[in-house]
């Protein structure tokens, strides 16, 4: 293998040393998430791999975070094998252009493992939550919330210890708009019926 390895040109040397270890990395990440989503609510405000976002909490109600040691890892890994295969094939006067198809793949698996905990939160979240720990809870409208139950928004809120974003609808006659405070009237296959909290001027009148 070091015969093999000493045969590349420095191009190919560099992939691979960075898909190797980005490799190993991969795989322990993806060990300790697999723990750590096993590991219920209580497991899942707890950050084990380091990349600064609570593992059974990712991302709750700010989006989608690409930049996270998992998508960076997942970055390198197929970037670098890839890198590595378009190194050995072309070329050597155009080894230097292996770099752009290593480039887009490792984007490609950044943006995917992004989408991937996103949806493993969503699915974590479905499943343990209980419809007495959520209504008559305040939420803030994170996605407005068009009317009469026409279309859905999101919400966010601090529920069994976790801050989650839930799908929402309601029967208000006009749209919810993001930031403005509601109360969840209902929920049910993960989706929360919201009413808008009216101010004491509003009340008054």
Known sequence: MFEWLHSLDVFSQIYFWIAAVA???LV???ILMLFSFAGGADAGGVDIDGDGIPDGAFDAGTGISIFTLKGLTAFFTLGGWVGLLCSLNFPEEYTWLSVIPAFLCGSAAMVGIAF???AMYKLQTSG???KENVVGKTATVYVSVLPA???R???TLT???QFMELDAVTDETEKLCVDEKVVIEEFSDGTAVVKRIKNKTEGEK
């Open 23 to 25: 490799s190993i990395l």
């Open 28 to 30: 322990l990440q993806i």
């Open 116 to 118: 991937a905990m996103r």
């Open 128 to 130: 343990n939550l209980q």
């Open 149 to 151: 139950r026409t279309g």
């Open 153 to 155: 928004g999101k919400i």
């Open 159 to 161: 529920a069994q210890g």
